[in-house]
Every structure is written in C-alpha cells, then in structure tokens.
C-alpha cells in the first residue's frame, strides 16, 4: 500500500519541525464543516456511555471514558486545517498530547501505524512518526466549548502537519500496527500520507 510519493513524504517529514501556530484573531468565523455528508447527518454519540477502544500493538487494551480522558493534561493549538478540496481555515483545538495519550496505553511506539475507526463509519491511518509529533493531538474542545457535534464530538486527532481528511472526527477505536490499516477515502486514491 505504500507508493512512492508516501515513502518520499516519509522521508521528508520532519518529526521535530513545528507547524506555524496562530493568534486568536485569526481564527476562521465561522469555521467549515466537511464530512462524506452533509452537517444534519453528523453522527451523534452519547457522551454518558462512550467509550474509546484501544487495541493492537498496546499493553493497556482497556477502554477509556470521556471522565478519564478529560481527566489528562490538555494542550492548545491554533493551526491551521487544510482540506483537500480548495479551504482552508484557522481553528482552536484543545487536547491531551496523542504521543502522551500512546505512553498512558504501553503502545509499541516502534510499530508502524496508528489506525482509526469512527461513529459515523470513517477511517484513516497514519504514520508513527506523525503520531509521536508535538502537534498531534487527541481534541477534545473547539474554542471555549466542548467539541461540538459537527467538529467531531467527543473526540478527533488534530495534525497541523497533515491535509484535511487525515485528522479523524469521531473517534471510537484506536489501534497500533505493522500493517498500513488504509482508510476511507484513501482507499479511492487519496495519498495515504497526505502531508501539509
Ligand atoms: N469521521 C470523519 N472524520 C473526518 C471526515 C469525515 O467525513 N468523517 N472528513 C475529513 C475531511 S475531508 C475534513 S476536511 C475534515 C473536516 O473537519 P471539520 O468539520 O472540523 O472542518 O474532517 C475529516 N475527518
Ligand atoms: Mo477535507
């Protein structure tokens, strides 16, 4: 699954370089929907009985509630999102750190890749490199509020360094592995990299 173009954007990606980080008055009002549908279908999940499923290449498979994810220490960008399709927008995420988040459930972090699986049947994978950034970040608000439905509630992963269609929404299960897990629209030939 892996073409040329993601081994040279592998190659390229720079683990340690910082995505630019803006000031609150440029943040993007009102900031974009998108999804493989439109806004009234985003899916909306109970926050009373969900639960975030870890599993693979991870020592601690047990679930995690929103009390006991709320419950790490958060983190704030204001980055920039880059869709694919021509927008793209400055927006405030907060969040625990995801290479913080992969350490609190023993990950393997020598395997290859983390992989997602979401409420509303999306999907989307990526790199270890790219999960172990500084900017990578398990979101759970959106500005002054909890992650609102269309953005992704309860929980997306926010990659200044990566396109749009990379930073799942949603999230219901995560997984590590050494097999490239694809995703949704990677699989009618989005680049599965899909750097910024
Ligand atoms: N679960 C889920 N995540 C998703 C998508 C989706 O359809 N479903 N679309 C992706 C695309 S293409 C973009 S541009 C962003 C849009 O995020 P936003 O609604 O916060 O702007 O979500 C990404 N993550
Ligand atoms: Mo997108």
Same mark, same amino acid.
Not at 162 to 167: D, E, F, I, P
């Given at each position: 699954m892996s073409t040329f173009n993601d081994r040279i954007q592998s190659l390229l990606f720079q683990p340690h370089k910082l995505a630019r980080e803006y000031s609150r008055?440029? !943040?993007? &009002?009102?900031f974009p929907f998108n999804a493989?549908?439109?806004?009234?279908?985003?899916p909306v999940v109970d926050a009373g009985d969900f639960e975030l499923h870890v599993g693979g290449l991870v020592h601690d498979k047990r679930a995690w509630t929103l009390e006991r994810l709320y419950a790490l220490p958060q983190e704030t960008q204001i980055t920039r999102h880059v869709c694919v399709e021509g927008w793209s927008a400055i927006g405030e995420w907060s969040g625990v750190r995801f290479s913080h988040f992969l350490r609190c459930i023993g990950?393997?972090?020598?395997?290859?890749y983390v992989g997602f699986q979401c409420a509303d049947g999306y999907s989307t994978s990526i790199d270890m490199p790219t999960a172990l950034h500084p900017q990578t970040q398990l979101t759970f608000r959106f500005g002054a509020e909890v992650l609102p439905v269309r953005y992704g509630f309860p929980l997306k992963l926010r990659m200044p360094?990566?396109?749009?269609? &990379?930073?799942? &929404?949603? !999230?219901?299960e995560l997984f590590v592995a050494?097999?490239?897990?694809?995703?949704f629209w990677e699989k009618y030939g989005y680049n599965w990299f899909g750097g910024i």
């Open positions: 008055s440029k !943040i993007t &009002k009102p493989f549908y439109p806004q009234s279908e985003a990950a393997d972090l020598t395997a290859r360094t990566k396109l749009g269609y &990379k930073n799942p &929404k949603h !999230i219901t050494n097999e490239n897990p694809g995703g």
